[in-house]
């Protein structure tokens, strides 16, 4: 079975820093994805990790540890418009399907 | 590129009726194409696998004969959710899977299916 776990929520403030948490338990491993997704809309992707290590990508970055079943995703220099939820994502390496989190979502506050 | 489209943006029926969703790659080929199901404050649920030219793949507890799945091109896959009932609520959102590019879902927009 496919076991992703993040937090439910969290709450920053504009220009702060925040880092939502990514655990996972798959039974195969192709990739892991973080994806924003506005109320109303569908996701759109926001970083791919495939080997460990840091991904910086503009004010994002993401990390991965595969042998700890872990990943971050790294928001820095908080803007309004980055409160949304945060979706992370592990692809099976047979059929490329994708097993989705329940979302973390993140509240910045003035 | 990459894009994904689908139609309609929403719809509202009654309750017996069939609606059908469109879901387009309009820029790449997409021989794989995947259907999600999403409700209020919930992640993405994967219904089914729409592979073109064959059957598709449903995932356990969606039941194949309610939600009939159309793969006839290699850039349109078709959801339609027949005798659809209120509880059928919910946003369905498609994702075409970019061979060229890793493999990747690119998501359309959803479709907000309000069943009266």
């Known amino acids: 079975g496919q076991n992703i776990d993040q937090p439910t929520e969290m709450t920053a403030t504009e220009g702060a820093i925040v880092q939502i948490n990514c655990t996972y338990q798959?039974?195969?491993?192709?990739?892991l994805f973080w994806y924003q997704q506005h109320a109303g809309e569908a996701p759109t992707f926001l970083s791919y990790n495939v080997l460990d290590g840091l991904e910086e990508k503009g004010r994002f970055s993401s990390f991965l540890s595969r042998s700890k079943g872990y990943s971050y995703l790294l928001l820095k220099e908080l803007q309004m418009k980055d409160s949304a939820s945060y979706l992370c994502?592990?692809?099976?390496?047979?059929?490329?399907?994708?097993?989705f989190g329940a979302g973390t979502t993140v509240t910045v506050r003035a | 590129g990459a894009v994904v489209s689908q139609h309609p943006s929403w719809v509202i029926c009654k309750s017996g009726t069939s609606v059908k969703i469109e879901c387009r790659s309009l820029?790449?080929?997409?021989?794989?194409m995947f259907w999600y199901r999403q409700f209020p404050k919930q992640s993405l649920m994967l219904m089914a696998t729409?592979?073109?030219?064959?059957?598709?793949?449903?995932e356990q507890g969606v039941e194949k004969d309610k939600f009939l799945i159309n793969h006839a091109s290699l850039t349109l896959s078709t959801l339609t959710v027949t005798s659809a009932h209120p509880e059928d609520s919910s946003f369905y959102i498609c994702s075409a899977m970019h061979r060229d590019s890793r493999n990747e879902q690119f998501f359309g927009p959803g479709t907000r299916l309000t069943v009266l």
């Open positions: 729409s592979n073109e030219g064959s059957k598709a793949t449903y």
């Open positions: 994502a592990v692809r099976d390496p047979n059929d490329y399907k994708l097993s």
């Open positions: 798959t039974s195969g491993f192709n990739g």
């Open positions: 820029d790449f080929q997409a021989t794989t």
